[in-house]
């Protein structure tokens, strides 16, 4: 598997906010994760955080899934613990684009545009204390340091998009060499993860990891790698 910090540093760059909490009080939250790891907010007159002076405790729950037919399953969850502060407007649109990619809500022009007007949409951003995850078999807690550190698999991005194509494509012959990797008959199979290290792959309802020999430096390496999986039959 990849080393904990990158993996959890993967979840969260795909993931979507699902709450926050407050003095210990869950409410609905919206917003992305900035391209160092930090959760970024967008926060609406009239909500909690709306008229924070200085910074406030809180956590941040950050859920990544996967859809597998027409099921959305959970892959992973990140609960970011730290401050929230304003992003300070020399690096609001930066911000607002981290936002964007997750939640496209038209009070990000406003936010930007009114940027410290009484009565506008903020952004605020997350000052990391800790990390706290739960994918798979394996949960624990990262300090700020190793998760800020710590980067994305480089691949991931082409790793989704090879993903996408294989379960829609090739799913009867992923079926086929997992069911002869195994030794037994797999009744449905569905590939759940996909690095640069290897690919865990859903069957029935076992997930199965696959390891590269050597980790994939390339995308073309990368689909090298998968091919030699599938087509061991």
């Known amino acids: 598997m990849p080393p904990i910090a990158e993996r959890v540093r993967t979840l969260a760059a795909g993931a979507g906010i699902a709450r926050l ?3 210990g009080v869950p409410s609905p939250a919206r917003g992305g994760v900035d391209d ?10 009239g909500e909690r955080l709306h008229g924070l002076d200085g910074d406030a405790v809180v956590a941040v729950n950050l859920t990544a899934t996967r859809v597998l037919g027409e099921v959305e399953h959970p892959r992973g969850l990140v609960e ?30 406003e936010a930007l545009e009114r940027y410290g007007e009484p009565g506008a949409p903020r952004l605020l951003r997350m000052d990391v204390a800790q990390v706290v995850y739960l994918t798979g078999q394996e949960s624990g ?5 190793e ?3 710590a980067r994305p698999d480089p691949l991931a991005e082409d790793a989704e998009r090879v993903l996408a194509h294989l379960n829609e494509a090739h799913r009867a012959q992923l079926r086929r060499a997992v069911a002869a990797h195994l030794g037994t008959p797999v009744g449905e199979a569905w590939l759940w993860e996909l690095d640069r ?6 069957a029935d309802d076992l997930l199965v990891r696959f390891p590269w020999p050597v980790p994939a430096q390339s995308s073309t390496c990368l689909e090298t790698a998968l091919r030699g999986l599938i087509c061991a039959c």
């Open 21 to 23: 909490t407050l003095d």
């Open 36 to 45: 160092q790891g930090r959760p970024v907010l967008l926060v609406k007159p």
């Open 80 to 109: 970011v613990q730290g401050w929230a502060l304003a992003v300070p407007e020399e690096e609001a649109r930066a911000a607002a684009v981290a936002v964007a990619a997750h939640s496209a809500d038209e009070d990000l022009f």
């Open 141 to 145: 807690v990262l300090d700020a340091d």
């Open 147 to 149: 998760y800020l550190e």
């Open 197 to 202: 290290y290897g690919a865990t792959v859903r």
